[in-house]
């Protein structure tokens, strides 16, 4: 018995526990969708879900996500690779708003989120480059709030843009979570005061905004 749990501490110290992580089957027995449009499709040899918000819903930051059914997510690793076009009707100020809601309450009224404004990454405006990614907290710390009372804190800039596969890592713990994208070792965003609290756990959305054309692949979930 010592022996098999040396291997096993062994085992866990030379494998990460990403690869732990479950795969989520994009299938629509598995998905809610909450305030989107939603379909199924296989693309660039992927099996993606495509989601537009609906244009029924004004205002920014809201429950507007694919909600993944039968998960209980608070601390942890999400990983999806994303991908955001614009729609053919989009306003001048929309910016492929794209990415990942988590700790969802049971009633969406509550939750975190992270996400990309693909457009900016490459902009000639610099203050436009700053604000490539976001992290909100709804209902009371949308982007413009985050933005009035605590300038850059919640915002970075990243390479990235419009038409292309983009890896998003968001590492939880805590009060604290961390952006990751493209494999980078280093993170691109650092939250270190999530406004739910580091007790909060709840669901997990994949997020689109106004204007977005938005497509989610590989779903991964670790605990």
């Known amino acids: 018995m010592k022996k098999q749990f040396f291997y096993l501490l062994l ?35 992927k099996s993606v879900v495509q989601v537009s918000k609906d ?22 690793t999400i990983t999806v690779d994303v991908l955001s076009k614009l729609l053919p009707d989009a306003a001048p100020t929309a910016r492929g708003f794209i990415g990942v809601a988590f700790r969802i309450n049971n009633d969406n009224s509550k939750f975190e989120c ?26 009371d710390f949308t982007f413009d709030v ?13 390479d990235m843009g419009l038409n292309e596969w983009i890896r998003i ?25 999530l406004k739910l609290g580091a007790d909060q ?9 106004s204007g977005t054309d938005g497509y989610f692949a590989d779903v991964k979930i670790s605990k």
């Open 11 to 45: 085992f866990a110290s030379v494998f990460p526990v990403s690869l732990f992580a479950q795969s989520i089957e994009l299938k629509a027995e598995h998905l809610e969708a909450v305030g989107v449009n939603m379909s199924l499709k296989k693309m660039d040899g």
């Open 55 to 76: 244009p029924n819903i004004t205002g920014a930051d809201a429950p507007t996500y694919v909600r993944l059914k039968g998960q209980d997510f608070k601390d942890g």
């Open 114 to 139: 992270i996400y990309i404004r693909p457009t900016n990454g490459r902009a000639d405006d610099q203050i436009r480059r700053n604000h490539s990614t976001q992290y909100v907290s709804y209902p």
């Open 146 to 158: 985050l933005r009035k009372v605590s300038p850059e804190k919640y915002e970075s800039y990243a």
């Open 169 to 193: 890592k968001i590492v939880v713990k805590g009060a604290q979570a961390k952006l990751y994208l493209n494999n980078n070792k280093e993170p691109t965003l650092i939250v270190n005061d």
């Open 201 to 209: 756990s709840g669901g997990i959305g994949l997020f689109v905004d």
